[in-house]
């Protein structure tokens, strides 16, 4: 180790706030990074907040040289994650890194080598990340698209991250894209013949959620996305206390044209999550809510004019998922949210992701909307010697 180089361990709400702190000063030294509500990220570490903890541990720590902090990471272990199987990503013995961030490689070699340490100790046999913390929250190191500033929910790393992190040791487990599509120009033909072959179709309901039963409609969300979402590689199921605190942390920023649920006879199959891109008013007051702030942010939230729009997050009930009526529901919703976000938001662009390289039937539908990748993530792994 690195003789200047020494390694805080974290263990209090202090040392947390540096925890966070160092991390907004590594972004604020990165281009195209947005600032975001410090607030709502002293939460996401905070095990008495965040219902990730419910079914997790973590361990945090700080780099410092000289007296100033130079880097950190957090090691962390999902016990959810644990019991998937392991041809799913994770699995018995594995282990996660996240909310790295490094002055320079030797740095970088310190804070994996600490994590790992930790990790192993803990009887875990491979590490795997960056993931911080939870796979639904900021997955993948990014590694393509750093000349533009993300949106919503999604991490921002400089280009030196990743040959520190291949550089020890690891390989890479899993790709994600996200797609960027510019929403005032129609669908080809083929899919605006399946839309309206679908809207007269008697058994397709395509509704709006509901604000005034907001958590009725984030549970029947959620609970699509559980069962749809779980064959793929790094799922990990919602809990109830996690359905919960999602459907609350994002009342504040569902705007019911936005989103949508799919129903066949009655049943809900199907759902379509819709974001305005919040990254553009924070960038704009710098992440900061006061003094003014929250005025600019109230006044966003109620009607974000022009800004773009992300869908993170789509499913469909895996019964219909090898029929051609999937397809079909997420081409009628898509056009939904287009020509509300166009129409009513203003809005000009929309970015779908992330998706899995290996999820065939998302990436037909981004390559059938004639959408292109403009962001690439990296889930690295690597085997920890015992």
């Known amino acids: 180790m690195d003789a200047q180089i020494s390694i805080e361990m974290i263990n209090d709400k202090r040392g947390r706030a540096r925890f966070v702190d160092v991390g907004r000063e590594f972004a604020a030294k990165t281009p195209n990074s947005v600032p975001q509500l410090r607030s709502e990220q002293l939460e996401l570490v905070n095990p008495g907040k965040n219902p990730f903890f419910g079914h997790a541990r973590a361990q945090f720590f700080i780099a410092h040289r000289g007296g100033a902090a130079v880097g950190r990471i957090c090691a962390h272990i999902d016990d959810l994650a644990l019991a998937m199987p392991a041809e799913q990503g994770f699995g018995p013995g594995?282990?996660?890194?996240?909310?790295?961030?490094?002055?320079?490689?030797?740095?970088?070699?310190?804070l994996i080598e600490t994590a790992e340490a930790w990790l192993r100790d803990q009887g875990m046999t491979r590490i795997v990340g960056p993931i911080s913390l939870s796979i639904w929250e900021e997955p993948g190191l990014l590694v393509g698209g750093q000349d533009h500033p993300p949106m919503i929910m999604m991490g921002h790393?400089?280009?030196?991250?990743?040959?520190?992190?291949?550089?020890?040791?690891?390989?890479?487990?899993?790709?994600?894209?996200?797609?960027?599509?510019?929403?005032?120009?129609?669908?080809?033909?083929l899919v605006q013949r399946i839309v309206k072959s679908g809207e007269r179709n008697s058994r397709i309901n395509v509704r709006r959620v509901n604000k005034a039963r907001w958590d009725e409609d984030a549970a029947i969300v959620l609970s699509i996305l559980n069962d749809a979402w779980s064959d793929n590689w790094g799922f990990v199921p919602f809990t109830p206390d996690e359905v919960a605190y999602a459907g609350k942390k994002l009342k504040t920023i569902i705007h019911e044209e936005l989103n949508m649920i799919a129903e066949v006879d009655g049943k809900p199959v199907a759902f379509m999550l819709t974001f305005p891109d919040i990254n553009h008013p924070l960038a704009k007051i710098n992440g900061k809510l006061l003094p003014f702030g929250w005025f600019h942010m109230l006044r966003w939230l109620k009607k974000p004019r022009g800004s773009g729009m992300r869908v993170p997050l789509m499913g469909v009930l895996k019964e219909l998922q090898s029929s051609r009526m999937?397809?079909?529901?997420?081409?009628?919703?898509?056009?939904?949210?287009?020509?509300?976000?166009?129409?009513?938001?203003?809005?000009?662009?929309?970015?779908?992701?992330?998706?899995?390289?290996?999820?065939?039937?998302?990436?037909?539908?981004?390559?059938?909307?004639q959408s292109k990748i403009n962001r690439e993530y990296a889930i690295y792994e690597k085997p920890l010697n015992v």
């Open 157 to 189: 790393h400089p280009e030196s991250y990743a040959p520190w992190i291949e550089g020890a040791g690891f390989d890479r487990a899993k790709t994600l894209y996200t797609y960027h599509l510019d929403i005032t120009a129609e669908f080809p033909p």
């Open 94 to 110: 594995t282990g996660m890194f996240g909310y790295f961030d490094a002055e320079d490689e030797a740095v970088a070699n310190i």
């Open 326 to 369: 999937a397809s079909q529901l997420a081409f009628m919703m898509i056009e939904t949210i287009r020509l509300e976000a166009v129409g009513k938001f203003e809005s000009t662009r929309g970015e779908l992701g992330w998706v899995l390289d290996d999820n065939q039937g998302m990436l037909a539908i981004a390559d059938t909307i």
